[in-house]
């Protein structure tokens, strides 16, 4: 948690964003896993987090624009609570550690909105993405969500990081680095995919919060999001960990490697791999203030469809491929995201705000549809650099049968890797006014640092 | 995953418990963490899990009791899902893994139920925990929830385990066995509280599906539900560890140890100790078929009454003293709860249901009012054994202001105990038809056992 004045500026900052009415913020209440009274760790909303940095469930907030004044609505414990919870602050405790002078319990927090709308002033909510926020919403007759105003200054405000946020963002990345070094350490053949994601989520924990998003530890890195994590490892094979950390903060880190099994790459692992790794440094060598992050999208991409050339598996001419969406067949992903208080960050304020502007909006052309993150970088901001080259059995046999880019693309050549995988290298990025750095010590990355860490 | 035959059999025996209609069985959603797209690890609603089996999101079930038929409702992936998820089976492959022979999409359950209710058709459905399938409740129309004939049924056939379930709960013993293992080898002066939960937390990620609720590891045991985790472990303490694992089958266990941080007890902390030990021995030495298992809460508070007796903090008549309450101030929790599917078994289906029944219905006797497992045992139940002494100086204070059972009672020995903490003692009972057995290894539990587990 930062200082009562952090908490207390960003309110005022925001308030100076919105021309009026209320601003409420729903804090989280307890997820249920299995039953009501069996729970999720408790995760904050991010954005109660950032404006009332209060981690506990169950406060409701708001930044009354027009008035000045911030209040926390929450209920203080009763002695029963207190059997189970031991001796806990009360509201208005927790609310001067973060610079609100107000505090009310919950009860009065459907009166205190009735009478502001009753003055024709706007509540001003963002858009809930757990169905008990929806309930309360609707119990608080608050209906008009998201409102657009609230989302645009919050995005515009949390994209900017401060070097208080950074340094939390390196904490978080200090642990990733523990959590990757242990996977190095644990790959070989034999071992359970299940049991390095114990071991580095373990890490997680034990050093943060937790786990920034459910580890992906496989050696089918060509399925973007898998969780089955059931496989033994075997050599020969190419094991995917993309795995990061949330500092206590709930500040992220998100990094991904690729290492061979057996602790040696073969030269067509190598071949590949060193394509996407060029193309993450790439990204590194040109990403500055003022450049739309499409451009180092379109740029990673343009590296992969030429290296795939190199091998044989795109042919013609690199940007008419790159042009006519050849690079989707490889990269079917955008080639990172904002990071902040969530791994995609602000990812609840929704992608349009976060990765578009009016400037640059969301695009359907083949070279950038899957392209997230398009904006202008600057100065503060904190983007994922994650290009990766996947062989997808089901997305080749598409395209060979409908004759997508048929003319780019060998797929003769691609039967030979429908049984490679896939590989993305991911670091984390820090837009400065001169240009970029990575966030937090580099993990091995080059062919020979990942088989230095695997020797033992 | 059982045989389909066990399921089919499960479902079976179910519909011939109910007088007709249509029994709902929604399962799990992904739950979102701090976005949509950030979830927390899959956990399947356990009802679902017990007659349907399927392990993933975005399924319901419909078991129907006058056609005899049972019906998988489901999405089959697309092409573009494939991508994320990889090749998976479809809906109608997984039904058949767990005998169901009819699936169909989502999109027709509406007008199923539509067709069931037109025929004067009951629709049972148990209580939702997640707003997420409150939701779908009440856009499925099913608004008579729950259905106390469904609710029974379902506790009826789980609250006695198969020897397949018991297999499974054994796994979850082993892998608490390994996490309560690496906490006595961890907790040592200068650790921190934060480092236990994760490496506890991981090892139970490592050989099953995770924790079967968040762990307790605190200095602060007479903290009942102690979440904090945050202090650092000091010579002269005690910690409690109360914590389990989930089988891949989410089979569950929970085991607690209290050890003392130095690695030897005072003789003060011994004294409390071997009265909770003598309290949880004795359970396993009355445990049998029939017993109401409000006798053996009764008799663990008495064994606890007897003991603080020794150690001049109650006076007086000991059986008075349980019947007036006066066990509440040292224990104010049940000696234990069902265990299975759920760590606090059928939670999600109510407590009144699973701990009382018409014989044994919930009391506020002084002497077990909070006690919540209360009916009789029979053959296959499987139940937590937990008893405790805890020193909690709110509870302490407030009891001396109020003179509650101030005759039982010799406060003044109690300002010695108020920076004591706690002491919780628990294993896990099979009840057999001959009496009962302890699942899994038992944990060090002896002063000396504890001590040597700590020895390094």
Redesign the interface.
Known sequence: MFSSQTYKQRRDTLRGMLSGGVALFVGAVE????????????????NFLYYFGLDMPDLIAVVDVDSGEDIIFGNDLT?SD??????QPTIAELAARVGVGITKPLSELPAYLERARACGRKIHATQP????T??TLVALNVCDVPSEELVRASVAMRSIKSAEEVAEMEKACDIGYKMHMKAFEMCREGENE??I???I???????GWGVS??SIVSQ?G???????CDGVLQNGRLLLVDAGAEALS?YTSDFTRTMPVSGKFTDKQKDVYNIVLAANNHVFDISRPNMPYRDAHLAATRIILDGMKQLGAVRGNVDDALQAGAAYLFM?HGLGHMMG????DM??LGEMYVGYDAEIQRSEHPSCKACRMARRLQPGMVVSVEPGIYF????ID?WRAEGTCKEFINFDVLEGYKDFGGIRLEDDMLITPEGNRMLGRRLPITVEEVEAAMRR
Do not use: C
């Not at 993405?129 to 008990?132: D, I, L, V």
């Open positions: 997820a249920p896993a299995n039953a009501l009274s069996n729970t999720y760790r408790f995760r904050q909303n991010s002695i207190l059997i189970w919870t031991g001796p993405y757990r169905a008990e929806a309930a299940r049991r994601v114990g071991a989520e373990g890490i997680a924990m034990q050093e998003f459910l089918h060509e399925t973007l999001h898998n969780r089955n709930n079917p208080l969530d791994d995609h990812d609840e997808i059995p089901a997305l598409k």
